[in-house]
């Protein structure tokens, strides 16, 4: 019904640059706040990066002064860009969005499956 598909991961040299997107299609009324997660084996979810509806941003201190979010609302589509990846970089990313399907609904966070990047030493 609602659908989020990450794309743009792959390896990478330490230093070096990556954009990810996330296109999200379907039943939407509405969508609110986007986001960005990470996750790598043996580590816990993180939420590196957040955007709201008008534009503000929230980052991870790990990943400030690197990545940047940003979202367009007319193709329904959230972006990170990735500047001087570190191998601790590494994690299968994920997106998520607050969905409304129809009006007056309630937000609900969906997600997408991911996409892997890896930051080679």
């Known amino acids: 019904q609602v659908q989020l598909v990450e794309s743009g991961g792959g390896l990478v040299q330490a230093g070096g640059s990556l954009k990810l997107s996330c296109v999200v299609s379907?039943?939407?009324?509405?969508?609110?706040?986007m986001r960005w997660y990470r996750q790598a084996p043996g580590k816990q979810r993180e939420l590196v990066a957040s955007?709201?509806?008008?534009?503000?941003?929230n980052y991870a201190d790990s990943v400030k002064g690197r990545f940047t979010i940003s979202r367009d609302n007319v193709k329904n589509t959230v972006y990170l860009q990735m500047d001087s990846l570190r191998p601790d970089d590494t994690g299968h990313y994920y997106c998520?969005?607050?969905?409304?399907?129809?009006?007056?609904?309630?937000?609900?966070?969906?997600w997408g499956q991911g996409t892997q990047v890896t930051v080679a030493s």
């Open positions: 998520g969005a607050d969905i409304s399907i129809r009006r007056y609904s309630a937000y609900i966070e969906h």
């Open positions: 955007i709201i509806s008008d534009g503000a941003t």
């Open positions: 379907g039943s939407i009324y509405t969508i609110g706040a």
